[in-house]
């Protein structure tokens, strides 16, 4: 089981109250939890990275607590080591390619100089095929290939988890599908656990070795 996660939370917006009450382990390496929008699915993902912080419970990675209300533990989310691709790639619109990959790095912050090169960016950018486009900025390059580039930054950084959100949903079909047995190949490759957010059949079909699904901030399958 490398994911524990016991979270409660209680949150009012536009005058309604919505509470996100999780239990969830996942004892396979490719998890999917699916759902209807609006069913607290991003929130869940939001709480294992560090980016919510629980009222009540824990998070456990690969058996070590990075959240834990009892007793106060709560690991930032740099220190987390997990790989996080948001639905709109979150890309720094003003960085490369190769600038944006180096950012995912431990000191990425400082904003790698134009031509400054790691061997770990450049691993990925190929295993990616955007070493081509590495050069150019997120606006200069297709939708996939965006896509490609938010994995690479996650992936560059070893991660002991990959956790994304809705990957695939701005592609079209026959470029989700390329990208998903991409994606496929990289995680057989390294062995990376992932949690996947999506209401696709065929993500599901796909990465779906463990599925959970959620309604109403809850889980209520798998």
Known sequence: MWLDLRVQRRLQAAGQAF???VALQCTQRQVVLAGPSGAGKSLTLKAVA???RPGQGHVRLQSQAVFDAATG????????????VFQDYALFPHLSVRQNVAFGLEKGWLNPRVGQRFD????????FRIDTVGDLLPSQISGGQ??????ARALVTQPQ??????PFSALDHDLRQHLRQELEA???KTGIPLLLISHDPQDVAMFG?????MVDGRIVGG
């Not at 965006?146 to 994995?151: C, D, I, K, M, S």
């Not at 988890?161 to 809705?166: F, G, N, V």
């Open 19 to 21: 509470v996100l009450d």
């Open 50 to 52: 560090g980016l919510l």
């Open 73 to 84: 533990v709560d690991v930032p989310p740099q220190h987390r080591r997990l790989g996080y």
């Open 120 to 127: 770990a960016v450049e691993q990925w950018l190929q295993a």
């Open 146 to 151: 965006r896509q490609r580039t938010a994995l």
């Open 161 to 166: 988890a990959l956790l994304l959100d809705e």
């Open 186 to 188: 990289v995680l057989d």
């Open 209 to 213: 070795q463990q599925v959970a699904r």
